[in-house]
């Protein structure tokens, strides 16, 4: 069901805020365009109450226009949520730089600076508790239902919830001898992955094919058979996990992406290493990762007693075959190869970057070099 539209806001720079808005919904969700258009018809009504006078876009000024906006959003009473606040600023930011692009009035891109958008709160991990979680996967298992099933697959993958509502009825693909995997879709950040998992998931996807079968809806390809929308699907697992955590006697703000949080403590705790447990996630930072981990007093004490039974520098050093150093030319271009190979092997491990990049342009500064030097000894 599309949202009802705004009714034209009485201001004279109404139309063109609404061109530029237009413009930047082509490439935006209506949910975000509809964002986009509440924030500034707040801005429009603030102008229009306290400088009447401005009526065009050359007229605005960051002081006292934009300021005092800002200010008058910090002022209410209740106050917006920081979230909020920074959304607000986001979106008319972006608004204005569509402006000055289109108008050709590169001062409006500086209204909004960056250093008036506060950076948003700090998320600590939400993973459920121990006995949260051993409560919630006994219930889901003795219901052996539909809405049971879908959220022990998303506690045992990690993924998120409109990832599973979005998961083809042919996701479980054979990753070797008995070995499977889960093809998890385009999800939030526009990825695709492969999730390894256990025969565990596998039964659960079995489990899921069945209902799926049993659903008067028609077959549509995917794993979920949606009541009428996604949106209506993700409602209808959420309002199960709420009558879930009722049941239980659990705090019923308990949502579905704790059990991502979970999966990703879990996985950690268990000796995944940090870049295979970002691919499990999805994530493209290292950043977005550690906000999913929880790292306790215990798994601290784990680590610090693990590295005092065996440290490092007690290992014997790695045995290497021996070498016979040339010299003279030969020892120079040797040199020169193994500083390349080492430069190279390092490069590939780094992220796509400035740093790789810069270390490439350096690899190949060297085979140049090495190319030179072999001409010396040629008479």
């Known amino acids: 069901m599309s949202r009802p539209r705004l009714l034209p806001l009485p201001h004279p720079l109404a139309p063109v805020f609404e061109g530029a808005v237009d413009s930047l919904g082509t490439a935006l969700s209506n949910h975000t365009t509809g964002h986009y258009r509440v924030t500034v018809r707040k801005f429009l009504r603030y102008l229009g109450t306290h400088h009447p006078q401005v009526n065009s876009l050359d007229q605005l000024r960051r002081e006292p226009h934009l300021l005092g906006w800002m200010s008058r959003l910090r002022s209410q009473s209740p106050p917006f949520a920081t979230a909020y606040y920074i959304n607000l600023l986001i979106a008319l930011r972006a608004v204005f730089t569509e402006l000055a692009w289109t108008q050709q009035l590169p001062l409006l891109a500086h209204l909004i600076r960056r250093e008036d958008i506060p950076h948003f709160p700090q998320r600590l991990p939400r993973p459920l508790t121990a006995e949260q979680d051993q409560l919630l996967q006994q219930e889901f298992i003795h219901r052996n239902d539909l809405g049971g099933n879908a959220f022990l697959l998303i506690r045992h993958t990690g993924m998120r919830i409109g990832e599973c509502a979005d998961l083809s009825f042919d996701c479980l693909r054979s990753a070797g001898p008995n070995q499977w995997a889960i093809h998890v879709p385009l999800g939030k950040l526009k990825t695709e992955r492969m999730v390894p998992v256990d025969s565990w998931v596998v039964t659960l996807i079995q489990r899921l094919r069945f209902f799926r079968s049993l659903d008067p809806l028609p077959p549509d390809g995917r794993l979920l058979a949606r009541p009428s929308s996604k949106q209506a699907l993700l409602r209808q697992l959420r309002d199960y996990l709420h009558q879930v955590c009722h049941s239980l006697g659990l705090s019923t703000r308990i949502v579905p992406h704790q059990c991502r949080h979970t999966f990703a403590t879990e996985m950690l705790r268990a ?70 190979h080492a430069l190279e092997m390092f490069r590939r491990a780094l992220p796509v970057g400035a740093a790789r990049t810069c270390l490439d342009r350096l690899s190949n500064r060297l085979t140049k070099i090495a190319t030179e030097a072999r001409k010396l000894g040629t008479p």
């Open 271 to 340: 000796g995944v290493s940090f870049p295979a447990l970002m691919k499990l996630l999805g994530h493209t930072s290292p950043e977005m990762t550690m906000r999913y981990v929880e790292v306790t007093l215990v798994d601290l004490q784990r680590e610090f007693q693990q590295a005092r039974s065996k440290p490092r520098h007690l290992l014997p050093p790695p045995t290497t075959s021996r070498v016979v150093l040339r010299t003279g030319l030969d020892g120079v271009l040797d040199s020169l190869l193994a500083a390349q």
